[in-house]
Structures are given as C-alpha cells and as structure tokens.
C-alpha cells in the first residue's frame, strides 16, 4: 500500500501547486456562476481526460515519442484551436443579473445555463487538448517506469492515489469557489469571464511558440526531452522519503527482535 499513500500524497501536492491552467481558471469561473451542483461535472471532465491520458500512455502510446507527438504542427494547431474557441465562448458568456433562491444565488445569462453534460464536455476538452497536461504525464510515468522501477502494479496503484485525489480536491475547489457568490456581482463575474478567455488565448499562444521553436530549434528539442518538471522531481523525493523510512522502520524492528531472540547472557 505504499505506492497507493504515495500516490495520494503527490496528488495533494500536484493538485495544490501544479494545476494552474486553463482547467483551472474555468473551473473556478464556472462553479461562481453555476453554483456546486452544476460545476462538480466539470471536474469529473477534467478526471476524465487524465484516466483517459494515463490510459493511452501506459497502453497504446508507450511505445511513441510523445514529445514529437505533442509538438506536432496539426496537434498544436488542433489544441490551440480548441482553446481559442473556448475563449471566444467565455468571451459572449455575458452576465445579465442575478436571483436569490433559498440560499443559493443564480446568476442570469443571455444564453440560459448549460446542461451538466455540457460543463462536463468543457473540463474534458480544455483538459485532454492542452499539451501541457500530456507532457507533464509523459514525464511522470518515465519517472515511475525508469528512476523509481516499479512493477506495473505499483503504477497502477499509484495512479489510482493521485487521480482519485485530485478528483476529490477538484470537487472541492468547486464548493469553496460556488461560496464567493455571496460577495460576486455580476459585473466582476462578466471580469472574470474575460479573464478566463484571455487566458485561454495565452495558453493557445503558449503551445503554438512552443510548437515553432519544438520544431525549428534542436537545442529547445534537446532541452524539453531531458529536463524533468519540478513535479517528478518531488515525486521522486517523496519516493525516497518513504523508502527511507520503510528502511529504518525495517532495521529498528529486525534490531528488537534480535535482542528478543539472543538476550544479554550476563544477566
């Protein structure tokens, strides 16, 4: 079961420090707007597309050069074509008003509320295009097939800790984020829609440079393929953490029990 509290910790780092993205930002957008029971299906979307992504990589892609993959022209253009669309619909979301019913405050759209399936499509998509999200498991799993070789079992368990993790964090992200609607007003939610589509654009940007130079530079190459994200770096550290005092927990219990079996022949 270490693999598995392994996992759940990383998931709590990795949920806490490393999910600044696109996904993100939407995430806490919709659920100001549509309240906890309509945001939740967006972080089922989001868990959706890493099962999905993780899948892939340890099934049908092990075997493929995903940083060529990902740097791709037609992958790139696709993703960020999916994230500028994205932008423009946070850009026409216009809020109009809002009502109190009961407790819970429902903001007014021109467009009317998405259904859940919707919401959770948007966390799929915004999740699965973004390359970011595919090289940081890229650089995961080669952290966990290579430096710290465990069985595929082990990997299995492990990703099972961070993914139902970060789905439980992201679940509640989407509550403590649905109780700022006591203090937003709809011109601040109308901001913070502009802001998730300004955001959207930059990502877009993001992988589109990031694509060029992929593509044009060796040296950028060479750079992206051998260095590892600050993330599997703590994975690796936390691994080691663990090892080390399973190692100790293993030498103080064997120590007890040679003083039980061999004890002091002077007394």
């Not at 707007?33 to 992504?53: E, L």
């Not at 619909?89 to 009961?102: C, N």
Request: overall charge positive.
């Amino acid at each position: 079961m270490g693999e598995l509290l392994l996992g759940i910790v990383c998931g709590i780092a990795l949920s806490l420090f490393f999910s600044f993205g696109p996904a993100f930002f939407s995430q806490i957008r919709t659920s100001i707007q549509y309240g906890y029971r309509k945001s939740y299906p967006f972080a089922f979307g989001v868990s959706a597309g890493d099962v999905i992504i993780v899948f892939l990589m340890l099934t049908v892609l092990k075997n493929v050069n995903l940083y060529e993959l990902l740097h791709n022209v037609w992958v790139a253009s696709i993703g960020g074509a999916v994230l500028v669309a994205m932008g423009f619909y946070y850009l026409r979301k216009e809020v109009t008003g809002f009502e109190k019913q009961g407790s819970r405050i429902k903001f007014k759209s021109k467009d009317g509320d998405p259904r859940r399936r919707t919401i959770f499509m948007q966390g799929f998509v915004i999740n699965i295009v973004n390359p970011l999200i595919w090289i940081y498991w890229v650089s995961v799993i080669a952290l966990l097939t290579g430096e710290l070789n465990l069985t595929v079992t082990e990997r299995y368990i492990f990703f099972l800790g961070v993914l139902g993790t970060t789905l439980g964090l992201d679940i509640l992200k989407c509550k403590l984020a649905s109780l700022l609607q006591q203090i937003i007003t709809a011109k601040v939610l109308n901001i913070t829609n502009k802001a998730c589509a300004v955001i959207m654009f930059a990502f877009a940007a993001y992988m589109v440079i990031s694509m060029a130079l992929y593509q044009i530079s060796p040296k950028v190459r060479e750079h992206e393929q051998q260095n590892t994200p600050q993330s599997t770096q703590m994975i690796k550290k936390i691994h080691n953490l663990q090892k080390s005092d399973s190692s100790i927990l293993w030498h103080v219990t064997k120590h007890h029990n040679d003083n039980e079996n061999h004890p002091n022949r002077d007394e």
